[in-house]
Nanobody, 116 residues
Framework: QVKLVESGGGLVQPGGSLTLSCAAS????????MRWYRQAPGKERELVAT????????SYADSVKGRFTISRDDAKSTVFLQMNSLKLEDTAVYYC?????????WGQGTQVTVSS
């Protein structure tokens, strides 16, 4: 079955950087788009970044454009989210997602806290 495991979250000061990883298994990773979402307390889950299969085209929410970079390593079935210039409002639980066979699968999430 599809399994997604996020890691790399933590506490960081404003202006700092973190890189999140999501290790995938149970499906042909290279054939699927991958997405990062986040959910802040009291808010709805929002799409942060998407990367296509094969060509690796990317798209970003306006709130993170120019600061975050999504990438993938198909050999390791892993998708990354490099986050730079972090702001207080980036505090959230970050989730990776894959839609396989029409069903969305999610990891357990990793907490990112931006605080001084």
């Amino acid at each position: 079955q599809v399994k997604l495991v996020e890691s790399g979250g933590g506490l960081v000061q404003p202006g700092g950087s973190l890189t999140l990883s999501c290790a995938a298994s149970g499906f042909t990773f290279r054939s699927y788009f991958m997405r990062w979402y986040r959910q802040a307390p009291g808010k709805e889950r929002e799409l942060v970044a998407t990367i296509t299969s094969a060509g690796g085209l990317t798209s970003y929410a306006d709130s993170v454009k120019g600061r975050f970079t999504i990438s993938r390593d198909d050999a390791k079935s892993t998708v990354f989210l490099q986050m730079n210039s972090l702001k207080l409002e980036d505090t959230a639980v970050y989730y990776c997602q894959a839609i396989v066979g029409g069903l969305a699968s999610w990891g357990q999430g990793t907490q990112v806290t931006v605080s001084s």
